[in-house]
């Protein structure tokens, strides 16, 4: 199988390339405008375009399936009269209306026979009629009618629940009536219900999804439905940008900080950013969607390359929200919830509303240990702890998924082992037992399994007085009205990271946590538990002044030339045997340093901060300074590392580690 990105000449001399046997499509699943926009994505990120094209082009494509749009629904044809047999008989009185392919699967041998024989013929389902647009109030009507005159980059800030779903879905509207198509980006589809179902309400029997869950056919039905221009809006995660959109008027990234948006292997590109390179190519607006920007598109508006929209009001009457700081120090904790965070709880929980306790660490506790000698287990593959986990009773490590049993006794001298530290399980078995009768719900990556979270958001969504526990899942745009109460048990974590973007992460988290709090009629209260009351962070995340937490970060930022203010490339390698991958980073930074400009730096070689992950030694390569002279720098002869050693580039990294 093979692509073909330049027909010019299709008969190669015989002793260079194949010859062609058979082609398989003669419109090219790629238009020349959405291969232009891979090419650069693949120059920008360091790959072939090979490497673009295989993330632009489903399994099922790259295989050679043929085009498919699948028949959504069947009517009896009237030319047939009614059968014999009992199968065929109940099928002839249910299709003498359309009916959706799904409901015909229980008998879909027996229909097939039918639509083969043309008893049964492709049909059309009504479309059920769609939701009316809400008024916009003063606000939302500003920012839809500049985005609509000007197709540039717009950065959106608007506090949570201040309505910019709605301003999507009208501004996606405006397109869809010049008989355009929209891209909407979520982090993760399956954490959005509400704004996917608010498109689907507004716009049925035209929204397309595209992400990992799906199946191979799946995905490449869509894809073709999407590139043939049959459906007008695709909402999909990160991938899904790649995917060719022929009548592209409108690119919307939600929740436009996420790191979801970029990806962790090769092709290591952001799609928020890749969402503005494409929407110059495609001279479409493009609405970057926040309550809490990353710097970079902060710094960019600031530098004019973005246009400035705000929404600062909620979009309906809410009361105002008590914030509440709680200094731990010395306190007895009830597994790391205070007496004043408890007694929230339950008063919220007695008052019929709904409380949501945050810790973004799943599992039952992150250690264990022996109390006696000091044992703790180890991953044998990691450099790192195994966390651990009850249901089902393991350790495991999240970095490379190596799992073991939990040994109820120390194997070195046989005394019980003791957990330290609280996960999302362990909370959830001390809020059942105080705040009983009152349900608890947890909603976390090993509660919501695969393509579970929907499910438990709806639980959450029910109104009832419950506690939800839940780790960021619960931080990405949830509208929850009966929710009053939350609770941040360990805000400490990143206050002392070594990760120079924790600060910002962390208000990031937050605010949008807190944001889930009051978001209806009823007063919120939010209460933050700290062993560093003093830090200089609290009265900004406190008040929900994130703009200025930001302009505060980026002086900083700007003074040590890190990012928005630097760029950053970084070389990754890892390799078997120990020391092999950081000599080969040795040999890379000589060869870079004979080319090296001023106001580039070149940081180690150094090991990774885990430096053994999955059975692998990891090293990296930094460099930082002007964009233009780091893209010089990187167009340099390196060495070849060897067979063993893999190597990638990872440009404007989001970790280090």
């Known amino acids: ?138 606000e939302q009507r500003v920012v839809v009618e500049a985005v609509k005159q000007d197709a540039k980059p717009w950065l959106l800030e608007g506090v949570t629940g201040s309505g910019k779903t709605e301003v999507y879905l009208q501004l996606a509207e405006a397109q869809l009536k010049q008989g355009k198509q929209a891209l909407v980006l979520v982090p993760e589809i399956g954490l959005t219900p509400q704004l996917v179902g608010r498109f689907e309400a507004r716009f049925p029997g035209q929204v397309i999804h595209l992400h990992s869950a799906l199946s191979d056919r799946k995905r490449w039905q869509g894809f073709c439905e999407v590139a043939s221009a049959q459906k007008s809006i695709l909402i999909g995660t990160r991938s899904a940008l790649l995917t060719p959109i022929p009548e592209l008027g409108l690119i919307v990234v939600d929740e436009e900080h996420d790191t979801s948006y970029k990806q962790g292997e090769s092709p290591r590109y952001n799609a928020r950013d890749l969402a503005v390179v494409l929407g110059q190519h495609r001279n479409a607006p493009v609405v970057l969607g926040s309550a809490t920007p990353s710097l970079e598109s902060i710094a960019n508006r600031d530098a004019g390359r973005f246009g400035s929209l705000t929404l600062r009001k909620r979009a309906r009457a809410a009361c105002p929200t008590a914030h509440h700081l709680i200094d731990i120090r010395g306190l007895d904790l009830h597994e790391g919830l205070s007496d004043k965070a408890l007694d929230a709880i339950r008063q919220t929980l007695e008052r019929g509303e709904q409380a949501l306790v945050f810790l973004n660490r799943r599992g039952f506790a992150p250690v264990l240990t022996c109390h006696q000698c000091g044992y703790h287990p180890e991953c044998p593959s990691c450099d790192a702890r195994p966390t651990v986990h009850r249901e089902p009773r393991r350790l495991w ?99 002392f990271s070594g990760d120079f973007r ?33 830090h200089p962070v609290w009265p900004r995340l406190l008040t929900g002044d994130y703009a200025a937490l930001a302009q505060d970060e980026l002086v900083l930022r700007k003074r040590a030339g890190l990012p928005p203010h630097g760029h950053m490339a970084l070389w990754r390698a890892r390799s078997p045997n120990a020391g092999e991958a950081l000599q080969h980073l040795r040999d890379v930074a000589h060869a870079l340093r004979d080319g090296l400009t001023e106001g580039v730096r070149i940081l180690g070689p150094t090991p990774a901060p885990m430096e053994r992950r999955a059975g692998q030694y990891h090293a990296q390569l930094l460099l930082m300074g002007p964009r233009a002279q780091i893209r010089a720098l990187l167009n340099r002869p390196i060495p070849t590392p060897s067979r063993r050693i893999w190597r990638g580039l990872d440009i404007d990294p989001q970790d280090l580690f």
């Open 1 to 138: 199988m093979g692509v073909v990105v330049d027909p010019s000449d299709l008969d190669p001399p015989t002793d260079s390339l194949k010859r062609i046997d058979e082609v398989l499509d003669h419109q090219s699943l790629i238009p020349l405008e959405h291969l232009i926009f891979l090419r650069w994505a693949g120059h920008y990120y360091g790959v072939g375009l090979e490497v673009m094209l295989a993330g632009a082009l489903p399994k099922w494509a790259r295989e050679g399936r043929a085009p498919i749009t699948e028949t959504l629904a069947w009517q009896w044809n009237p030319e047939w009269e009614k059968p014999r047999g009992k199968v065929r008989q109940a099928l002839f009185e249910r299709c003498q209306s359309p009916v959706a392919t799904e409901h015909l699967k229980e008998h879909w041998s027996v229909a097939r026979a039918l639509i083969k024989t043309g008893q049964l013929l492709p049909a059309e389902l009504p479309r059920q009629p769609a939701q009316t647009p809400l008024t916009l109030n003063d």
């Open 397 to 495: 490590c999240h970095h490379c998924d190596h799992q073991s049993p939990w040994p109820a006794h120390c194997p070195s001298c046989g005394h019980r082992m003791a957990v330290l530290g609280q996960g999302t399980q362990r909370l959830e078995t001390t809020l059942a037992l105080a705040m009983n009768p009152f349900p608890v719900t947890r909603i976390d990556r090993d509660s919501a399994g695969a393509g579970g979270a929907g499910k438990l958001l709806a639980l959450a969504q029910d109104g009832l007085p419950r506690v939800l526990i839940g780790t960021q899942m619960l931080a990405k745009g949830h509208d929850l009205p009966n929710l009053t109460c939350v609770v941040v048990v360990d805000s400490d974590a990143q206050l």
């Open 502 to 534: 924790a600060i910002e992460r962390l208000g990031q988290t937050l605010i949008q946590v807190m944001g889930r709090a009051g978001r209806a009629d009823k007063p919120g209260s939010v209460w933050v538990q700290t062993h560093q009351p003093d």
